[in-house]
């Protein structure tokens, strides 16, 4: 994993000149929230992720790097590690990230805007082993509470004595999307995050007869946005309408304190039944995200 500590980032190389991008500091972290902050629908994860932990920290699992232009101002934010993100307003910028993550040996998986990945890509292909996966994902968004006739009695925030109904679904639903299963390669790892965004009361679960029935992980929380992922519903109880029902209520509740609540799902067939679940609970199409997985350099692939 690319971790530096304080020391190693005051001395981590410059990239280009007169163009800089170097890995930020503590110190850094109101200017870089604020320039991610203009487009809060493609950079809510950065975001909420230093609002968590922090710009400096190993729970990010990678490093965040600031491109600045002649005048020394920041003209790109991007997170290199096992997730890369990114945001840019210059292509010598998002050239210099695509080298970043090409050099990275943790790196796992870079999403983001469809155009834009599409184009940070053809900087980090050449050279490179092409990618093991590609597939589209649609940005769903929900900005008004819609009338709940049938409340679901059992929709709650998750308690960490249910992290044993939790991490198996949340594991299978990882093997599903990368074909990489995190309880073989990072078991404890795992579990860990899993409790972790328990105990921030960020998983909301409804539990019937010791069954987990419906699962959804708010994985940023923000006064702008809150986007949830993870979300689940029981095999045997598709197609009937809880799954939206759920997504209707919680996102009422999330409403309270936020602006938006955003979701994603594949661009595929097979995801269709999704992409109807978030549009009967009132969302609409924001985004067209892309998600590259790439070839592993390391063992560190978990989610």
Known sequence: ????????????????????????????????????????????????????????SQLNRGTFYGSRNQRGELDGVALVGHVNLFETTSESALSAFAELIKACPSAHVVM??????????????????????????????????????DPVSCLRRATIDELDLVVPVHA????????????????????????????????????????????????????????????????EDRGHGLGARCMRQLTNVLLTHTKSVCAMTKEEKSAAAAEACYRNAGYRLRERYETVYLEQKSDAMVN
């Open 172 to 235: 299978a639903m990882t093997v599903e999307e990368t074909g990489v299963n995190p309880l073989e390669v990072d078991p404890l790892g795992f579990r860990k995050r899993c409790a972790r965004r328990i105990q921030q009361g960020r998983v909301w679960v409804c539990i019937k007869d010791e069954q987990l029935v419906f699962k959804a992980d708010v994985i940023t929380d923000l006064p702008e946005v809150n986007y949830l992922e993870g979300i689940y519903v029981r095999p």
């Open 112 to 149: 983001g805007q469809q155009q834009r990945v599409s184009r940070l890509m053809s900087y980090y292909t050449p050279g490179a082993q092409p990618p093991r996966k590609t597939f589209r994902e649609l940005l769903f968004e929900q900005r008004s509470k819609e009338r709940v006739e």
């Open 1 to 56: 994993m690319l971790e530096l500590t304080n020391k190693q980032q005051a001395d981590s190389p410059t990239i280009g000149n007169p163009r800089q991008v170097q890995s930020l500091l503590g110190e850094n972290e109101a200017e870089g929230v604020d320039f991610l902050s203009a487009h809060p629908l493609l950079t809510f994860v950065m975001t909420g992720w230093i609002r968590d932990n922090g710009l400096v």
